[in-house]
């Protein structure tokens, strides 16, 4: 039997090299942010009452929004419930997919070739391998991608599109995100199959596994499986192994059949994170500063005392993440607050202001600010004792360590 392994771009830590466009990486990047702020957003109207039952994409925005970059508008999308990300890189406006969420379809998707999200599990398939049959009888340069979970491939329904699609050789790809659970049935359960990529197999078909959370090597198996449709090379099972880090739905309490362990390895691979970090690499992104210092610093302290730091990257002043300021000092119970501004009318006094605001209670010391002196900026010589250093941003942690 045919081996089925990972397919990485990217490693954990967000390096290795990409061929395809550093402009693609960046857009994808930006919507992948704009999918889990919409989540947020969305989840928080669920709460009050204003749309109906919704289900987040927290956790597989890679493969949502880097899957649908690698598609051509012509192509037609068959979307299931949860691939609002996808719909929107694929032409559908944000609000329309609230609009569906409150039950109102009027224009929806109109000029968009799309169909509407499935929430029967599997049947999409079908109808994205009869779009493929017309795209094929009709000599168009395009696909149909069917976008569903690792629960569907246990429905009668996937595999007789699998089966139709093998003998047609229609140019259709299905895209499996795999994402630990279907509800509350973990993947171990739902087949005795290593991976779900080998399923194409039995039907004749291309199967791949990509890492689901590297959005680059996503993108690069969608493009090249589009192609390979394209050039009448037959169709693709694409499984993206990724994770649900959120609920099923909104209907869904997860804390009931999993635990908190478990979201906790997987959320340290998340996709937005690790983009992040090779498109710093890549000079694309910048992060503050200060980071890279206090990054030093941390590094030292861990290796001498054994001491966890948690760096908090502000990347705007306005608005402010007041949230993750406030979390992250009700958990460690400290604050160093580091610029290279002057002490006086600093930001640093605002975001400590804020904190007192948000953890007061969690403070177990007084916060410590590591800043420029209240001198004008010096010329480039002095440059190195104006700005905080690593060995500043070590002592003041120690300050706060040392109260007790
Ligand atoms: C035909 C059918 N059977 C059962 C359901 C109920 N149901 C809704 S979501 C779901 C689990 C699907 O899991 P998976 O395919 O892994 O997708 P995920 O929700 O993880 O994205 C089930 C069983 C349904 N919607 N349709
Ligand atoms: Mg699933």
């Given at each position: 039997m045919n081996q089925y392994p990972?397919?990485?771009?990217?490693?954990?830590?967000?390096?290795?090299?990409?061929?395809?466009?550093?402009?693609?990486?960046?857009?994808?990047?930006?919507?992948?942010?704009?999918l889990r702020?919409?989540?947020?957003?969305?989840?928080?109207?669920?709460?009050?009452?204003?749309?109906?039952?919704?289900?987040?994409?927290?956790?597989?925005?890679?493969?949502?929004?880097?899957?649908?970059y690698?598609?051509?508008?012509?192509?037609?999308?068959?979307?299931?419930?949860r691939d609002h990300g996808a719909l929107y890189v694929h032409g559908l406006p944000l609000d329309h997919v609230i609009l569906f969420a409150m039950g109102r379809s009027g224009s929806y998707a109109a000029g968009v070739r799309a169909l509407p999200s499935s929430i029967p599990i599997?049947?999409?398939?079908?109808?994205?391998?009869?779009?493929?049959?017309?795209?094929?009888?009709?000599?168009?340069?395009?696909?149909?991608?069917?976008?569903?979970?690792?629960?569907?491939?246990?429905?009668?329904?996937?595999h007789e599109a699998l089966n139709f699609a093998g003998v047609w050789q229609v140019p259709v790809l299905f895209f499996c995100q795999n994402n630990g659970w279907a509800i509350s049935t973990p993947v171990h359960r739902q087949t005795h199959s290593e991976t779900l990529a080998q399923k194409a197999e039995a039907y004749g078909i291309a199967g791949v596994?990509?890492?689901?959370?590297?959005?680059?090597?996503?993108?690069?198996?969608?493009?090249?499986?589009?192609?390979?449709?394209i050039q009448g090379h037959g169709p693709t099972l694409i499984e993206a192994v990724t994770y649900r880090a959120g609920p099923h739905t909104t209907a869904d309490d997860p804390t009931r059949y999993r635990t908190s362990n478990e979201v906790n390895i997987h959320t340290a691979q998340d996709p937005i994170r690790r983009l992040g970090e090779f498109l710093i690499q890549q000079g694309l992104l910048t992060e503050g500063a200060m980071v890279p210092l206090a990054r030093a610093a941390a590094t030292q302290l861990q290796q001498r005392y054994g001491w966890d730091v948690e760096i908090v990257d502000v990347r705007s002043l306005s608005p402010l993440d007041e949230e993750t300021l406030g979390q992250s000092v009700r958990k460690t119970g400290r604050a160093v607050i580091v610029h290279e501004a002057p002490l006086t009318g600093g930001f640093g006094a605002e975001i400590l202001a804020t904190v007192t605001e948000q953890a007061f209670w969690w403070l177990k010391a007084p916060i410590v600010r590591v800043t420029g002196p209240d001198v004008p900026f010096p010329p480039y010589a002095w440059e190195d004792w104006y700005v905080p250093n690593v060995s500043r941003i070590a002592h003041a942690i120690g300050q706060v360590m040392a109260e007790e």
């Open positions: 990972v397919v990485r771009v990217m490693d954990i830590e967000g390096t290795l090299p990409f061929s395809s466009s550093l402009e693609t990486a960046l857009h994808i990047y930006q919507d992948m942010i704009l702020a919409f989540d947020e957003k969305t989840l928080t109207l669920q709460r009050q009452g204003r749309v109906g039952t919704f289900a987040p994409s927290l956790g597989q925005e890679a493969a949502e929004i880097a899957s649908a690698a598609l051509d508008r012509q192509d037609w999308m068959v979307p299931s419930y599997a049947t999409h398939l079908l109808h994205a391998v009869g779009l493929a049959y017309a795209l094929k009888q009709q000599a168009e340069p395009a696909i149909a991608m069917a976008y569903f979970g690792d629960g569907a491939t246990s429905e009668g329904d996937f596994r990509v890492d689901g959370n590297d959005a680059l090597a996503v993108y690069e198996v969608v493009r090249q499986a589009r192609e390979k449709a």
